[in-house]
């Protein structure tokens, strides 16, 4: 079987609901575990997640098109609710009969997490649902501004409802997902040397580092120069809490407008070469729209996996 398997959002301006928790890292988490599943299973999988796009209706396209120019068997839009921080639970919606077969497996594997079941319905008003050529269905997790919800989600156990929802099973033996940097327990010199370069943090002298794995002066200085940036002691040794200032980095989280990251956004700020505070307000998303027009972006202030691509790669 050749699955789409598009986790909604994530791309700019296509951005998703906020609440408890953001739907566009949710969507991806679950999404990033759902393709390694499926795979593991002896399934083709096709990401139709686009990497960038102008408008919402480009990004929706972009999924559409995807799909179709690569046949895929069934379609699936993974998307977590919102509404007025009380309605809760799950609901997976479809086009066609056969569609709503696809779907009310899937919805029975999640309510059998403990969500409440709002059922399969019709999603003859979505996009994704219209313009794609074969059985689709788009699934509504659970409402990331429901505090029972996002007490009951977890994203393994998720996956795994959908997994075993299409298919009727879920892999026997451990499946590692598509990495999230932020839990990345490689301290390696050589990974430290290679990531500062990439964050283009240079050594005391404005150069990059060779990246030769040895913890050398010069590396030391590029440490207490990422460490006076995001704000943590500056010793020059790269400790658990300097690891963790750069995978939180690494695992690119989208930032908006009064978003509080602490070192993430201490490190926007100084890439865009604005006041230090850890503070996303509007001389920081002044200056990022900026950065963005310059790199051909759209320039709506939101930080991206687009955006994020430009600063980091």
């Given at each position: ?59 929706l ?29 799950t ?42 050529d ?8 659970c ?32 499946v ?30 404005g150069k ?26 500056a010793?020059?040794?790269a ?19 009064n ?40 320039a ?14």
């Amino acid at each position: 079987m050749k699955f789409g398997i598009d986790s909604g959002h994530n791309c700019p301006p296509d951005t998703g609901a906020r609440g408890i928790k953001v739907e566009d890292n949710l969507t991806l988490d679950v999404g990033n575990r759902v393709i390694p599943k499926l795979r593991a299973l002896g399934h083709e999988v096709v990401v139709c997640k686009p990497n960038s796009a102008s408008t919402v209706r480009e990004s929706l396209s972009k999924r559409c098109a995807t799909a179709n120019n690569s046949n895929v068997d069934i379609y699936v839009s993974i998307h977590f609710n919102s509404f007025n921080g009380q309605a809760n639970g799950t609901e997976v919606f479809a086009t066609s009969d056969t569609g709503r077969k696809i779907a009310k497996p899937v919805l029975d594997e999640i309510v059998k997490l403990g969500f409440f079941n709002r059922g399969v319905k019709s999603g003859s008003h979505l996009f994704v649902l219209k313009n794609t050529d074969m059985p689709a269905i788009l699934v509504e997790c659970c409402f990331v501004d429901s505090a029972k919800d996002m007490n009951l989600f977890n994203a393994e156990a998720m996956a795994n409802a959908i997994v075993k929802g299409l298919t009727g099973k879920v892999p026997s033996g451990p499946v590692n997902p598509v990495p999230d940097e932020e839990e990345n327990v490689d301290t390696t010199i050589k990974r430290l040397q290679q990531t500062l370069n990439r964050l283009k943090i240079t050594d005391k002298d404005g150069k990059t580092l060779v990246e030769d794995g040895i913890n050398g002066s010069n590396t030391k200085s590029a440490i207490e120069k990422f460490q006076t940036i995001v704000g943590v002691q500056a010793t020059g040794i790269a400790g658990p809490t300097t690891w963790n200032s750069i995978n939180v980095i690494l695992a690119k989280r989208i930032i908006r407008l009064n978003h509080a990251g602490g070192e993430v956004i201490r490190y926007l700020q100084y890439r865009l070469g604005v006041e230090v505070d850890g503070v996303y307000g509007p001389q920081s998303e002044a200056a990022m729209k900026n950065f963005q027009k310059q790199n051909g972006l759209q320039a709506d202030g939101i930080v991206g996996p687009t955006t994020w691509q430009k600063l980091i790669g």
